[in-house]
């Protein structure tokens, strides 16, 4: 249990909205259904081996050892979560709708675990999908503080195998470190400063070409291996697979290649999307892709792989079907891809759209960095304590108007609520419904809401170096 001392010195007492009581259970609504035990999920320190050389990383694992969770639509969200490292944590449940105080952002929602402490989770699930969860706390998930979380439901089909891929970028150098070579500058390249007028800025994002991949990262992992050593995935010649894709990378955003495979994407961030029928997808960081597979009937070996977005370097895993040799795979491919689009997006189509409504509130946030500096902003606003939650109210249809005034791709991530994807480039449609949005130099995006979950919401760019330099924000209703 989160003490109650701990709640009294939060920020979050000092906010108009009633503070949480003694621990999240307890504040939570209830589901009425208490015979459902808790999961119980321990926060750990675990080694694993990339390429060859032995890492400490975090994990999220239940007592037998499962990463994550994997439950059902319609029961009870009931963890129970142990923080059993050395420093304070908190877990947000990414994509889900729970009660503001449980949505596990530090300093928002409520205080963190304290190393040995506890906290309790009791929500119930409204809809399923592929989610995932992952501290807020400090530079955490940098360090693979996250595991998936999978909501199966009535699209669930018994002959289909379901495969998770886990996307994760890496590096042996503390984050800590990273974070402050960033800050320091070095190789940044230049960008246009605060004083540049904003049609000058977004221009420049337009025409100059998009900056990517800000941190070097060391190895790429797909569940935790890289292609010198991937996961083989025994499935059925001529059988059906569903896919479920979570891009629970820091700083990297990629094309799923699926080879010759062509896959049907039936759902982006749990939410049911009209089929697109591929070989190549893009994901942006903290985005899922449900995709459906059907398997050539003779034996082969399938790789699925990941290719950083505007670079060479791949990671992946094979699903082998029947016996059939698995080749070894290059980490590199021989072009460097191209930098993800809004191609795909635009074409996006949600299966249940939000009810057709008048925005009752419209905020523009201006995507906003000063890359010498590594400062990233909203409307030129570094996010640090002080900053007032923008204000909606219980009830409102809100639209995002975001505005990408910098050169590189932000994955904007709004928490508590899902949202549609209304407007690309000035251009209306009724987009996919999903909760991580990639808006792309220079480009506009809106977004829909209802507000229907009364609290203090965070909404921030899912790159977590840009989210740790102030590329965060609040909104807040009661
Ligand atoms: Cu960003």
Redo the contacts with the bound molecule.
């Keep these: 249990m989160i003490s109650r001392r701990a709640l009294l010195v939060s920020a979050l007492a000092a906010a108009s909205i009633r503070p949480p009581t003694a621990c999240a259970q307890a504040a939570a609504p209830r589901s009425g259904d208490s015979t459902v035990p808790a999961t119980i999920l321990q926060l750990q320190r675990r080694t694993i081996q990339v390429n060859g050389k032995s890492a400490t990383v975090f994990g999220i694992r239940q007592p037998d050892g499962t990463s994550g969770i994997i439950t059902e639509v319609g029961k009870t969200f009931r963890v129970h979560l142990e923080n059993n490292i050395d420093q304070p944590s908190l877990i947000h449940w990414h994509g889900l709708t729970p009660p503001y105080q449980q949505d596990g952002v530090p300093g928002i929602s409520g205080p963190p675990i304290p190393p040995g402490g506890s906290a309790d989770y009791d929500f119930p699930l409204r809809f399923g999908g592929t989610f995932w969860m992952h501290s807020h706390q400090g530079l955490q998930e940098q360090s693979l503080m996250l595991a998936p979380l999978i909501i199966h439901d009535d699209r669930d089909r018994p002959s289909e195998q379901e495969v998770v891929l886990m996307l994760n970028d890496f590096s042996f150098t503390p984050p800590e470190e990273i974070f402050a070579g960033l800050k320091k500058g070095g190789s940044m390249p230049k960008m246009a400063s605060m004083a540049t007028p904003a049609a000058a800025m977004i221009a420049t994002a337009q025409t100059a070409g998009p900056d990517l991949n800000d941190v070097k990262y060391d190895a790429f992992l797909a569940n935790d291996r890289t292609l010198a050593d991937p996961e083989v995935i025994k499935v059925e010649p001529g059988g059906k697979v569903l896919l479920r894709v979570i891009n629970g990378s820091s700083m990297s955003n990629y094309h799923l290649d699926l080879g010759q495979l062509k896959g049907e994407l039936n759902a982006v961030d749990g939410f049911r999307t009209a089929p697109v029928m591929a070989s190549r997808f893009p994901i942006a960081v903290a985005q899922r892709l449900d995709i459906r597979l059907t398997l050539p009937r003779e034996p082969a070996a399938h790789p699925v792989l990941a290719v950083l977005e505007g670079d060479r370097r791949q990671t992946g895993i094979v699903l082998a079907a029947g016996p059939a040799p698995v080749a070894r795979i290059a980490d590199t491919v021989s072009t460097p891809s191209a930098a993800l689009t809004l191609d795909l997006e635009r074409r996006l189509h949600a299966a249940e759209p939000l009810r057709p409504r008048k925005a009752d509130r419209v905020h523009t946030l201006n995507?906003t960095?000063d890359m010498a500096r590594y400062i990233?902003s909203i409307n030129n606003i570094a996010w640090n304590k002080d900053v007032p939650p923008l204000s909606i109210a219980k009830g409102e249809r809100v639209e995002l108007v975001m505005i990408n005034q910098?050169r590189?791709?932000?994955?904007?991530h709004l928490h508590g609520h899902e949202f549609e994807v209304v407007e690309i480039d000035g251009k209306r449609f009724a987009g996919a419904v999903r909760d991580t949005v990639l808006v792309t130099p220079g480009r506009r995006v809106v977004i829909a809401f209802d507000a229907n979950n009364p609290g203090l919401w965070a909404f921030h760019?899912?790159?977590l170096y840009?989210?740790d330099a102030g590329?965060f924000t609040t909104f807040r209703y009661v």
């Design positions: 995507l960095g990233w910098t590189m791709p932000h994955p904007m760019c899912h790159l840009h989210l590329m």
